[in-house]
Every structure is written in structure tokens, then in C-alpha cells.
């Protein structure tokens, strides 16, 4: 079965004030760490 996410159920507080390091910038990784920095977290990319 599958189970569907929506925003009201992720938990931002738990990365806001920390840095968040995103692995490979692929496609999936540039899309995540764009919608990560645009929610205000401190996002770092690793080549």
C-alpha cells in the first residue's frame, strides 16, 4: 500500500537551525536542496 506525505505532515523544526548537507546534485538533488533553502533552512551540497 501506498502511503502519500503531504506538507502538513513534515515537521520543519526539526532541521531549522542546523545544516543540511545534500549528497550528489542530480537532477532530485538540485530540486531538494533549492525547496530545502527556500524554506529558510542552511542547505550545503556535496559534488
Given at each position: 500500500m501506498v502511503e502519500i506525505f503531504y506538507d502538513?505532515?513534515?515537521d520543519l523544526s526539526v532541521i531549522q537551525g542546523r545544516k543540511?548537507?545534500?549528497?550528489g546534485y542530480g537532477s532530485q538533488?538540485?530540486?531538494h536542496a533549492l525547496s530545502l533553502?527556500?524554506?529558510g533552512v542552511d542547505v550545503r551540497?556535496?559534488?
Open positions: 502538513d505532515d513534515a543540511v548537507a545534500v549528497i538533488g538540485h530540486a533553502r527556500d524554506s551540497v556535496g559534488l
